[in-house]
């Protein structure tokens, strides 16, 4: 196939996602676009592009989803290609072949490969082509209820009942009997309904004491294939990944490199290329299953660029550029270990709720091996439009200790006030003797995390807030006398009452 340069990219996303593709793409010297709603008029992606185009009204299905104003800002700029980032239209088969047929590259894989993978069930009957081991249950969606609790039961209790178009740790639900069956089904179509617009839902056995391990891969239009080994993410709420490690600490090189050649079958399956993600599950007796492809770039990406060198999003694009992958598989090596938290504006005391505000204070950490990925800067607000991630902080040492070590040292230099954050829970994962010694699976939180336990992280601010906590209290009823030596009253209250 012949190469075809990129001279100018449009990134269709925002956040720091955007920034992140932009800043390769400079390096490159290529020339940038961004695009942006109402709402990101000053982000800090609008300003860093050597130009920007506004799509639309802040909501997302009026601006970031608008395929078709997103590919005319590209033609009016005179772009040659799009980058979707994550999230929006990343993994949109519609979009990235009307990309394609407007004459422009779309740094991804091929239509009909996200087409496949973006069903989960469609990705199940590919990848068992390609002997990529499933986990048991079913390979049609259901629709008669008596016929599925049989082979719930064949399977064997607890099941999980999936959205085929599923995405987000959205329309799932776990079954644990028989008598809860009707009941959870009736939550999953209806949350698939609602999120995907497609009720399709399949059985699935629900793997116990599960560990979440995926493996990056990255194909180019030649038909080479390589796996960047692998990310462990079994720190969830809400199925959804809060804390990523690279490499994980169960995998030996065997296992590795059987998994990593099923991942990189599976995505032959559907032939794939440029950058994905195959995602796997693995039991307590070390056996893995498929659970489902990502064909785009992942959000935890940077662990695996910490580990191996390499920068994902130079691939991306000169993959779409038709050039072959610089390197064989026996050329990747891991180098020590990374460990990205996840930095949202939730708060972790009352069950991760978004908590959208102003970034009253906001300073990052700083120092060898920290890398902070992020879209804000101090004073900005985390719009309730969209995603509330406001960073993600990436760690990089020789050792897991040492890079365990030095996320909680740059936890802690951290500041962020304004919104509750998710940093005092990643500091108390980093501290948890089961996520110290490698034993944990995705019940982590579940099993171990009341919000009870959460520590103040900044003495100092804490203090500030005691403070600031008991002088609204004397202020808000002059009356009131608050007792001495008994703080804890007024504390909570202000916990109650906030202020953003
Ligand atoms: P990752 O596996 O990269 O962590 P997530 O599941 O956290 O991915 O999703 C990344 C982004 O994509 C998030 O912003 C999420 O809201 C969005 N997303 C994931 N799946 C879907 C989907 N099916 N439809 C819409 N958005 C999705
Ligand atoms: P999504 O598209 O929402 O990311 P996934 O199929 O990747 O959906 O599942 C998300 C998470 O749900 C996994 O990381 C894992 O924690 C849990 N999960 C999914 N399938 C199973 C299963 N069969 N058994 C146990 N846990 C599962
Ligand atoms: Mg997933």
């Not at 087409?115 to 002997?131: D, E, P, T, V």
């Amino acid at each position: 196939m012949k190469t075809r340069k990129i001279n100018k990219l449009l990134v269709a996303n925002r956040g720091e996602i955007a920034l992140r593709v932009l800043r390769s793409a400079k390096e490159m010297g290529i020339q940038t676009v961004a695009v942006y709603s109402e709402a990101d008029r000053h982000a800090l992606h609008v300003r860093f592009a050597d130009e920007s185009i506004c799509i639309g009204p802040p909501p997302s299905s009026e601006s970031y989803l608008r395929g078709e104003k997103i590919i005319a800002a590209a033609l009016q700029t005179g772009s040659d290609a799009i980058h979707p980032g994550y999230g929006f239209l990343s993994e949109n088969e519609d979009f990235a072949q009307d990309v394609i047929n407007a004459g422009l590259m779309f740094v991804g894989p091929p239509p009909e490969a996200i087409r496949i993978m973006g069903s989960k069930l469609a990705a199940k009957q590919a990848a068992a082509k390609f002997n990529v081991p499933l986990v048991p249950g079913t390979s049609e969606p259901i629709s008669d209820i008596p016929q599925a609790k049989k082979l719930a039961k064949e399977i064997g209790y607890p099941v999980l009942i999936k959205a085929s178009a599923g995405g987000g740790g959205k329309g799932m639900r776990i079954v644990n009997h028989d008598g809860e069956f009707e009941e959870q089904m009736e939550r999953a179509v209806s949350e698939a309904i609602s999120a995907f617009g497609d009720g399709s839902v399949f059985i699935e056995k629900y793997v116990t004491q599960p560990r979440h391990i995926e493996f990056q891969i990255l194909g180019d239009q030649h038909g080479n294939m390589v796996h960047l080994f692998e990310r462990e993410c079994s720190i969830q709420r809400r199925h959804q990944k809060v804390v990523e490690e690279a490499p994980s600490s169960v995998l030996t090189p065997e296992l590795r490199s059987k998994m990593g050649e099923a991942a990189v079958n599976a995505a032959k399956s559907c032939g794939y290329f440029n950058a994905g993600t195959v995602e796997f599950i693995l039991d307590d007796k070390m056996n893995f299953y498929f659970l489902e492809m990502n064909t785009r770039l992942q959000v935890e990406h940077p662990v695996t660029e910490e580990i191996t060198g390499l920068d994902l999003v130079n691939l991306q694009l000169r993959i779409a550029q038709g050039e072959p992958l610089p390197f064989r598989q026996s050329d990747l090596r891991i180098n020590g270990h990374a460990i990205e938290v996840r930095v949202y504006a939730e708060d972790p005391t009352n069950n991760f709720l978004p908590d959208i505000g102003t970034l009253k204070t906001y300073r990052r950490p700083q120092g060898h091996g920290i890398r902070v990925d992020d879209g804000f800067e101090e004073g900005m607000a985390i719009s309730f439009f969209y995603d509330p991630m406001i960073a993600k902080m990436i760690c990089h040492a020789t050792s897991r200790e040492a890079a365990i070590e030095k996320t909680i040292r740059a936890i802690n230099d951290y500041h962020i006030t304004g919104v509750e954050t998710t940093l005092g829970f990643c500091k108390f994962v980093m501290e948890h003797p089961a996520f110290r010694s490698g034993k944990f699976d995705t019940k982590f939180v579940e099993q171990h995390f009341k919000p009870e336990l959460l520590k103040p992280l900044h003495e100092s601010e804490d203090q500030d807030r005691v403070a600031a906590a008991l002088a609204a209290y004397v202020f808000k009823d002059k009356q009131a006398v608050v007792p001495a030596g008994e703080p804890t009253q007024a504390v909570s209250r202000w916990k109650q009452n906030r202020l953003k």
